[in-house]
Structure formats: structure tokens, C-alpha cells
């Protein structure tokens, strides 16, 4: 299948690019993925990754994506080959805490107990949600797409006229790549950096409620890994690992649980969260007779929790189904 045999063709192959072409395909469109880099060098390889949304903007849409995702990765968490797991654990917080406004969506949420408290955290709630091995998780995906008929095509587009040259159909899921590519400059990056230790017993998550804090304490197990976090570098684009950024993540972790601070260093991992003020999930009007444009970016570092709503929107967009509005 070449571009130009394709009912749509989705620019980008992160979490976002994948389910959407996922999706689409699956309801029966020849898709072709167009990326200038294969889903295990995107930003979403390097993501933690846990269900938890915290985009508020546009508030009731977040929701509905969320739920949608919640209920698709309840069931992935069901084979092991996709790399979902239910966890449970703690988010805290160092002064008194409000319930999450997505709190209704997780059954077992309760504020914790004292005891369960680590010094200074005074605040906190406990519940079970989908953690996420991103590289098991993405390669799941893109088997998936395949089975569904799919393919990509690795190149680099300077705009987005190249593509709707090719395809009737063209959905943008660029992240980062949003901001030269629409072009818009709305898009800004907040830099990430992860590492990864091996596991020394760990098997349930803690996340600090940080809100917009450079520093992003969280623990996330994986099997025989464990991913920590982190850093929220605001515009920053440098996608090295900083080795001294590395070392406060492990000692800051190591605060939680001391098992950690002589966990041997399996790797580190960086990426830009396409950040935005709004989600921008709907149609670009007036592209051109007999060609149609959409947009599906804009997620900043909930990506993997907007992820199956967000395509569902898109997929029935273009199907012709009942949608939700546009989001700009």
C-alpha cells in the first residue's frame, strides 16, 4: 500500500499517532502511519507511564477521554503481552489534600491512613489504576496495527500540505512536532527525564501531588523494573540525560522507599511532553475539496490517559458518527 492508495494517512507514531491508526484501522480504513521516528524513539517510549489525568482544559471532554481510556485499559491489563497491570498505590501530598475531580472514575479511591504516610508527606489517597510498560506496551500496538492491515512510512514532513497531497484523510498526531508542522506555536515543550532501576521488591506505585513543580516524584514497577521520576523542565528541548538531575531522582526516591538508593541503574530516558492550554481534538475547516483534516495533539504528559478516547473521537469524525465539538 502506497500513501496514496491509503483512506487516511496519521502523521505520527507515538501512543497518541498509534491508537488513533489503531483504531482506524481496525474499523475497516487502509491507514498508513507517516513518522520521522518509529514508536520506541518517540517521547512516549520514555514516559513513566500510569492512568491519571490532569488536564482540566477542556474539562468535560478530558473526562469523557479518560473514562473511555480507563475502560479500554482495564481490559488490556487482562494479557500480559500488552504491558498494562493493574496497580494499586499512593499519590501524597505534603499539605491537605482535595479529592482528584476524576476520583468517581476509580472505584477503590480512599484518602489514606496516617500510618501509610511517609515523613513529610501529611496528605494522600490510595487507589488502583493502569500502569504501563511503554516499550512492551507501543510494540503491542504496532503489532496491532499490523494484524489490522496497517503501515508506516518513515520520513520527515515539513508541512502538513505533504501529506494531504497523498490521502484523502490526513489526522494530525504529531505532539511536539505539532508546532512547525500546523504550525502552532501553542505547542511548548516540558522536558522529562526518567531512570530506570532494577526492582528490589517494589510492586505498588507512589506519585507526589506536585502540581506544576519541576521536580515530579514518582515510582512506577515494572515487573523486574522499576521507572523514576522525575523532572518537568518547562521549554526546555535538550533530550541528553542530565546526570545530576539522575542522581536527585534516585536520592528523592530513595526518601520513599530506601530499598532504592542501591538499586542498580538499568538506564535513562528522556522526552518533550507536547504540552498546549487545550487538548485540540476535532476537524480543520476549509482544507480543500475532497480532503479533510484533523488534529489529535496537544496532550502534554497525558498522552498514554487520553490516548483511546481521544482516537474513539477521531475515528468516529471520520466515520461519520455522532462526535463531541472541536476543541481548538
Not at 500510569?50 to 488536564?55: A, C, E, I
Not at 482495564?74 to 499519590?91: D, S
Not at 512510512?153 to 490521502?167: F, K, Q, W
Not at 515494572?222 to 523514576?228: N, P
Amino acid at each position: 500500500m502506497t500513501g496514496r492508495d491509503s483512506d487516511v494517512l496519521v502523521v505520527g507514531c507515538g501512543v497518541t499517532g498509534l491508537t488513533t491508526a489503531v483504531c482506524l484501522a481496525e474499523a475497516g480504513l487502509r491507514v498508513r502511519v507517516c513518522t520521522d521516528a518509529l514508536a520506541e524513539k518517540t517521547t512516549s517510549a520514555a514516559a513513566g507511564a500510569m492512568w491519571g489525568p490532569y488536564l482540566v482544559e477542556p474539562r468535560d471532554r478530558v473526562e469523557k477521554w479518560s473514562r473511555r481510556t480507563l475502560d479500554e485499559l482495564r481490559v488490556l491489563a487482562g494479557f500480559p503481552q500488552t504491558g498494562v497491570r493493574m496497580v494499586a498505590g499512593i499519590e501524597a501530598a505534603r499539605q491537605a489534600a482535595e479529592e482528584p475531580w476524576w476520583g468517581h472514575l476509580v472505584p477503590d479511591l480512599r484518602r489514606c491512613d496516617p500510618e501509610e504516610l511517609r515523613d513529610p508527606f501529611v496528605d494522600g489517597f490510595r487507589f488502583t489504576v493502569p500502569l504501563v510498560e511503554m516499550p512492551m506496551y507501543l510494540a503491542y500496538l504496532m503489532e496491532r496495527f499490523n494484524v489490522a492491515g496497517g503501515h508506516v512510512d518513515v520520513r520527515r514532513l515539513r508541512t502538513l500540505t505533504e501529506p494531504l497531497g497523498e490521502a484523502p484523510i490526513v489526522v494530525n498526531c504529531a505532539g511536539i512536532g505539532a508546532r512547525s508542522l500546523v504550525p502552532d506555536e501553542g505547542v511548548w515543550p516540558i522536558r522529562g527525564q526518567l531512570v530506570v532501576v532494577e526492582n528490589p521488591g517494589i510492586d505498588e506505585f507512589f506519585s507526589e501531588d506536585t502540581g506544576r513543580s519541576s521536580q515530579l516524584r514518582h515510582i512506577y514497577p515494572h515487573g523486574g523494573t522499576v521507572v523514576l521520576g522525575g523532572s518537568a523542565d518547562e521549554g526546555s528541548w535538550n533530550l541528553e540525560p542530565d546526570r545530576e538531575t539522575s542522581r536527585r531522582i534516585i536520592q528523592h526516591c530513595a526518601e520513599i522507599d530506601p530499598r532504592l538508593s542501591s538499586a542498580r541503574v538499568i538506564g535513562h530516558r528522556v522526552g518533550l511532553r507536547p504540552t498546549r492550554g487545550r487538548v485540540r481534538v476535532g476537524e480543520e475547516e476549509s482544507v480543500g475539496a475532497g480532503r479533510r483534516l484533523l488534529h489529535n495533539y496537544g496532550h502534554g504528559g497525558a498522552g498514554v490517559t487520553l490516548s483511546w478516547g481521544c482516537a474513539r473521537d477521531i475515528t468516529s469524525r471520520i466515520l461519520g458518527a455522532p462526535s463531541a465539538g472541536t476543541a481548538q
